[in-house]
Structures are given as C-alpha cells and as structure tokens.
C-alpha cells in the first residue's frame, strides 16, 4: 500500500534527501506562499461575512486553512519536487546472503525447521529477484561465515552461533569489493554476547546496511529455562556455599517445580519452588556445604516438567574451587568473660579456620592460646606486617582503641585495606563507642559511625532479629531452608548485653537487629573496605545461646563458625589468579590475570609471572603473563584451549633478579580452573531474538523483515551508499497520494461550506 501511494519504498524516503528541481530560487517559493495566505484571510474576512453572517470566526479559520494548504500544496508542485537518494547501480555492487546454520536454527515450529523456512523464503523468488539486479553471494553462519553455493549445502548442526564475528569477517574479507548491503537470516540466538560496537562500526564506516530476517517464535509456549546460576569460584571445605538461580518459564505459572544442585551424581540440596508469572525473571537462593577440597564441577537444575519443548536448558554448570588450606585468626580480648570461651570453643572442632587469641587477664599479663610455635605473640599484639599478615582475619573483643599504638593501628589499618583481611569488632564495656574508638584511625573502617558518647554498653536483655539482607546471608543461615531458618532465629535467647552500635554508613548491610531498652538497634553490620571487609557485632552475649538452647541444638556454634569463615574466605594471598569466566562456551580463548603483591602485599612490577595448564587428554602449556602498564601488579596472559573439558591452572611468580640460595625467590602461587563446553550454548535462549536483530539492521541502515514481507526486499535493498552508486532524483509530483490530498483539501472545503450554509 505504501508504494502504491508514494511510488517509492520507505527507503527511498528514510536515505534520502528532499530538494527542489524547479529554476526559480526558493525564497521566491516563501514569498508565494506568504502572500497566498495573506491574500486568502483578506478575501475571506472581507467577503464572507456578508455572504454569511452568522459564520464563526473559526469556522472561517479552518476555510481560511484548506484553502491556505491547498495553494501551498499547488505552489510546490511547480517548485518540482523530488526525493534525491543513492542507488546502487545494477549488476556491478554484491549482495551477500548469510544463512543462521547453527543447532537453534533446526527447532521444528508449525511444521517446519526455522532454516528450513529461510531456505523456502530465499527460494520463493527473494534470491531471483536479487540476482536480476545484483551479483548475489551464500554464506552459512555459525561461529564464522563461510561462502556456500547452493542452499541444499546447509545444514543446521553447528553449536555455536556468533553473528558480529561473522559480520566482521566479512567485512575484512571484502574490504576491496563493492558490498552493496548484507542480508541476515537468523533467530538472533547469539551466543557471544551480543555484536560488539567495533563490528557495527566496521560496517558503518562502509556504509554497508545490514537487513535481518528473523525466524523463530518469539514466546516458547511452553518451556522452563535457568538463566544463570551465580556461586562463588571458591570456597572453604566444609563450608556452606550460597549460590543465586535465575530463571524464567512460559505456560507453568504458579506450578511447583523442584530446583537442585548436584556434584556429580550426588545431591547436595533440593528444595521446591513456585514458578513465578510467564516471563517473569525469577531468583533463587540456595544453600549447601562445599563439602571436601577438591574441584567442584556443581550442577544447578530444575525438573523437567510436563509437555517442556525445550529439555535441554533445565540446567547449568559451574566451577568451584574448594581449599582446605588452613586459616588463622588473631583474636584479642580485653577481659575474661564467657563470649571469649564459647567463640574458641565453637571454633576448636574446625580444621581449617584456627584462632589464636591474646586474653588480657590483668593490666600488664596476657594470656595467649592456640599459638603454632612459642615465637608467636610472644612480645604481644603484633608490630610488624610480616607478622600481623600472616592472619587473614582479626577478631576485637572488649579492647579499648588505646590499648593499640598509633603504629599497630596503622597495621591494622593496611591489614585491611591493603592485606585484604578481615575485621570484627564486638561489643563490650571497653568496646566502640566506649573504648574510644570513634577517635582512633580505624573509625573509618568501622561499617558504623558511632555515637559520640560513652555510656553506649548495657548489661541488660536484648532480643536478636533477622533482616531480610541477614535471611540471604551465609552468616546468619541456621537452616538451609528459609522458613526453617526464620523459625530458629525467632527462637534465640535473648542476649545477655547489648551496645549501642551507631548508624550503619552507606554502603554497609545490616544482616540482624536486636529490641533493647524499648528500641531497635542493630546488631550485626558488615561492609566492604580496600580489600578486606569489616564487621561489628554489638554485643559480648551470644554465649547465652549455647547455654539456654536444648542439647544438640548448634545454632551458637554455626552462628561463629560462618562469621569467622566469612571473614577469612575471600582474603587473598599473595598471588591471586583470575579467569573472566570459568565456563568457556564453544570458544577456547581464555585470559589468565594475576594480581602479584609482595610480603608486605605492596605490587610487584618486576615478577616473572607463569600460567601452568594441565587439560583433558594429557594437554600441558605455560603461559607467560605480562604486566599491565597502567596497573601495577597485575599480569595478563591469553591462551586458546583447543578441546572441550576441564582445566586446571597453577599461576606461578617469582623474582628473578632475587636469587637465594635455591635459586629465584617465589612470590607466591595460585590455582583456578576453568572448562570448556562445546554444543551447550545453542541449548538456551532458543526464542527468536528480535531485539539483537532489529538493533543490529537499525545501526548499520538496515531493516528488520519478517519472513512474510521478504518480496519486498530486492525493491527496497538498491537504495544503498555502500559500494558503487549513482545519485538519482525521484519525483515527487505525481504520486498518487498528492492527488488524494488535493482532493480531501477540496472536498473538505466544499463539505464544510455546504454544512454551514454557505456554499
């Protein structure tokens, strides 16, 4: 319909550029048509009221306006119109066709495989019609493109679709031919990410329009598909692991479903869940134990359900390390009391995180437990990094902020910010606010400011709450299932004291609150600093827990045993290797990086910095990191991994230029793994992408078609600027739709004359 009215397709008007042909300069146009509108308002407000005297003053604007755009629309005819756009010219500029001929593009939808609808719409005349006009090029598409010259040569098996690397290659590869524009059949299931800004520019700098064609339902009816499943890459043994699901459906709104995570053949959790409304993302949170060291190769799935079209994307895979390397904690308390002996007990069955403690029993005597050699503690609290770095996590009881010299607490200070380790302060009488902490130099640590008054701590009752940020916290989980969870943090005792924390800064996340003195206060605050993070627990009477719940009951002891955890789980040695993501889809290319810190964890920029891969079936390599100019301590390295499998990574460094007796001086050493999985990808996002392929033709000059409208195409495709083109003038005045409007503009006058008497 719309060439019918305008003789020109859309394109034609979207490229080009409207100019007048006519020999008379334009301005004699504005004069014109001024002095037409002039001329009109004259005649009608002189002669018409006496023609009609009743006639409303806007009842002879809107005449005056018909007759105004009528004369308008005349003056511009003889002006001689035209649209001026570029054209390719014929049988001199390539048209390349790239045909999707990956796995997604074989779903079965109404009959017929989504490649084998765009193989019937090439062949229903679309590839004639183009031949006529242009030199016409086949390509299939997957993870490359590569020039076929027949459809019957297609065959959609290839796991991987990455349509911007198809489209870059292209464009390299015909970097000296004239591409007049590029057709694109897909379900726009990229699997890459996305088309990244380089490729499109690369296209628009050659002006080279891009037209998608999109195939594939748009709404599976019925389908349940795990988006993402997020888990932390690594863990301690035996420590409860969080993990976030994310997920979508169509059809199964409101059903029950079952969500696990399995290592192996082995169950780790299950529980059911309610499917939220048909498209809604949905996330959920799950909790389970690492269980023994070692790598995990983790399993996060939800049950297939009923009449499911696409089984294949129930379930995700992800990597975690889980170490068994033990980790220290120093804890420093200023007075006997029982909070002291409940946490050193609670921590005495755990073979990874171990504590050893200062108890200030009088003024000038220290009691000192749980030391791995006499050296240790031995002249105190710490006084040098090479001491006080060897913890990965500090624990202050009742201590006040004096009691540490402006040197230790500058360690203190660079033991979190720059160490990265862990930082926990509890409440007591000689604790916070108390304690004077609020003008020492490690008040900005604190994830509270606090009060500026003494008088804070309280020996009275005071009764724990969870937040919903403490529901979703490994810390506070007392249960893996959530509603058990909140039934047992309602069923605490209540503390024995209770200390008045402050106000939480920005940033900080309150994970429990506490009813004391007839208001809410919060008890447990956590926050990220440098590095490390910190936390303050306003209280010295969790001990109470222990004593007061039945036998058996461990809910104190899995309280501090995940607090401390937490503290010394992410704190980094010296070394620290990194991949941007462990699970490498169909694409082996990996970037190692390396963050290579000294004794005193300053940046090292002179280390000899080596990736060590070992691979399924006996594949070795060594990769050698280089150091980023603008970062220092950091090191990158790339690698391609050939074959599909698992992959394990020791990240060596060393200073070569520091040779001792044994030769160069190690930094330090890390491992990580990663893996490559082939043929999984083309499994998820199976619905068309139309989003991608209209983005894709609107930024490079294109359109996105559907299959049905592709006759269209070979008429609307030569109004192009890419190749080689002529300039041409399309007139404008005798399109059918200027008649249609010089006849509404007439009709409408005399229609509105004759309704108003004045005809």
């Not at 209540?494 to 800064?505: A, C, E, H, V």
């Not at 020791?650 to 040779?659: F, L, Q």
Request: charge should be negative; proline fraction near 5%; charged fraction near 20%.
């Amino acid at each position: 319909m719309f060439e019918f009215l305008f003789n020109y397709p859309r394109s034609v008007f979207s490229k080009g550029e409207f100019v007048l042909l006519g020999a008379w300069p334009k301005w004699v146009l504005i004069a014109l048509l001024v002095a037409a509108a002039g001329s009109l308002a004259w005649l009608i407000r002189s002669r018409l009221p006496q023609a009609a005297p009743k006639l409303q003053s806007w009842r002879a604007s809107m005449i005056w306006l018909l007759q105004t755009a009528l004369a308008a629309v005349v003056l511009v005819l003889l002006w001689q119109p035209a649209i001026m756009v570029a054209e390719l010219r014929p049988q001199q500029n390539i048209i390349a066709v790239l045909v999707d001929d990956s796995r997604s593009m074989a779903i079965s939808e109404n009959g017929a495989t989504r490649e084998g609808q765009a193989v019937k719409s090439l062949e229903g005349g679309v590839l004639n019609d183009l031949a006529k006009k242009f030199q016409t090029r086949l390509y299939r598409m997957d993870n490359r493109a590569a020039r076929i010259g027949a459809l019957d040569e297609l065959h959609p098996a290839a796991p991987v679709t990455h349509i911007g690397d198809s489209l870059k290659q292209l464009a390299d590869e015909t970097a000296d031919l004239p591409i007049g524009a590029v057709v694109v059949l897909s379900d726009g299931a990229d699997n890459s990410g996305g088309i990244d800004q380089g490729t499109i520019a690369a296209l628009r700098n050659r002006h080279i329009p891009v037209h998608t064609v999109g195939f594939g339902l748009e709404q599976v009816p019925h389908d349940v598909e795990i988006s993402d499943a997020v888990v932390a890459p690594r863990a301690l043994a035996d420590s409860r692991l969080s993990a976030t699901v994310s997920l979508h459906q169509r059809g199964y709104a409101g059903r029950k479903a079952t969500l696990t995570v399995r290592d192996g053949d082995k169950v780790l959790t299950s529980r059911p869940i309610t499917l939220a409304a048909d498209g809604a993302a949905q996330t959920e949170a799950l909790l389970f134990n690492a269980g023994a060291a070692g790598a995990k190769t983790l399993s996060f799935s939800v049950e297939v359900l009923p009449d499911e079209e696409n089984r294949n994307n129930n379930s995700v895979t992800r990597l975690v390390n889980v170490d068994s390397d033990k980790r220290r904690i120093l804890y420093v308390e200023g007075e006997p009391r029982w909070e002291y002996k409940f946490i050193r007990r609670a921590e005495d069955d755990d073979r990874i995180v171990q504590v050893a403690s200062m108890l200030r029993t009088t003024a000038n005597k220290i009691y000192v437990q749980g030391r791995e050699n006499d050296k240790e503690l031995l002249n105190g609290f710490p006084m040098t990094s090479d001491e006080l770095f060897s913890y990965q996590a500090i624990v202050i009881g009742s201590v006040e902020a004096t009691y540490f010299t402006p040197q230790q607490q500058e360690l203190i200070h660079q033991f979190v910010d720059r160490r990265g380790g862990g930082l926990l302060l509890l409440g007591g009488q000689f604790s916070l606010a108390d304690g004077g902490w609020a003008a020492s130099g490690l008040a900005d640590l604190l994830p509270v400011t606090l009060p500026g008054r003494k008088g804070t701590f309280h020996r009275d009752h005071a009764t724990p709450m969870l937040t919903p940020a403490g529901a979703e916290s490994v810390i506070c989980r007392l249960s893996e299932d959530p509603t058990k969870n909140a039934d047992r943090w309602k069923k605490l005792p209540y503390l024995i004291d209770y200390q008045d924390p402050g106000t939480p800064k920005p940033g900080a996340e309150v994970l429990a609150e506490m009813m004391a003195g007839g208001r809410k206060l919060p008890l447990l605050i956590t926050q990220n600093f440098g590095r490390g993070r910190t936390a303050v627990l306003a209280t010295g009477g969790t001990w109470r827990w222990q004593m007061s719940l039945p036998l058996g009951d461990t809910s104190h002891d899995d309280f501090w045993r995940q607090l401390l955890r937490w503290m010394v789980s992410d704190t980094p040695g010296r070394v620290v290797a990194s991949v941007p993501s462990q699970m490498l889809f169909d694409d082996g290319r990996v970037q190692f990086s390396a963050n290579v810190r000294d004794k005193d964890y300053l940046p090292v920029v002179d280390a000899q910095v080596q990736a060590h891969v070992t691979g399924p079936q006996g594949a070795t390599a060594v990769v050698e990191l280089t150091p980023e100019a603008n970062n220092p301590g950091v090191f990158h390295g790339e690698w391609n991994a050939e074959k599909p499998g698992s992959y394990v990574t020791e990240i060596t460094a060393i200073r070569a230029n520091a040779k001792d007796a044994a030769g160069p001086q190690e930094i330090g050493r890390d491992v990580l793994t990663f893996a490559r999985m082939d043929g999984v990808a083309e499994n998820f996002h199976t619905e068309q992408n139309r989003e991608l392929l209209q983005q894709l033709a609107a930024q490079t000059g294109g359109r996105y078609w559907q299959p049905k409208d592709l006759p269209g195409l070979a008429q609307e495709i030569p109004y192009s600027e890419a190749g080689i083109t002529i300039r041409e003038a399309k007139d404008l005045w005798n399109m059918p739709v200027v008649f249609l409007l010089l006849l509404l503009l007439r009709s409408s006058e005399w229609l509105l004359r004759r309704k108003w008497g004045i005809v």
